[in-house]
């Protein structure tokens, strides 16, 4: 089994910047693409930003130039640093990881728990 566990949500200004974190544990072999999704209230969830193993990225048209996505491969953790944050961005942030438990399993999505992010105009 693999647990995701998400910390940095908080209640921020507009304009303010907050860093999210979410550190993956179990049973793990390779970590294919990790990321983070956001659901607002009353919304469908939506990709926010995803990361390659090889660190390759992909964001939201929203959130380009304000957000960066990283990872440190070897504490199997990715985060989000979030920048320039808007009232609009206000959302439970969940992160997910694509995960091989062996070298010969298929691998299959993980998701956090989710963390709230509230902006305040």
């Known amino acids: 089994q693999v647990q995701l566990v998400e910390s940095g949500g908080d209640l921020v200004q507009a304009g303010g910047s907050l860093r999210l974190s979410c550190a993956a544990s179990g049973n793990i072999f390779s970590i294919n693409d990790m990321g983070w999704y956001r659901q607002a209230p009353g919304k469908q969830r939506e990709l926010v930003a995803s990361?390659?193993?090889?660190?390759?990225?992909n964001y939201a048209d929203s959130v380009k130039g304000r957000f960066t996505v990283s990872r440190d491969n070897a504490k199997n953790t990715v985060y989000l640093q979030m920048n320039g944050l808007k009232p609009e961005d206000t959302a439970v942030y969940y992160c997910y990881a694509n995960v091989a438990y062996s070298r010969y399993s298929y691998p299959r999505d993980y998701w956090g728990q989710g963390t709230a992010v509230t902006v305040s105009s």
């Open positions: 990361i390659s193993h090889g660190g390759i990225t």
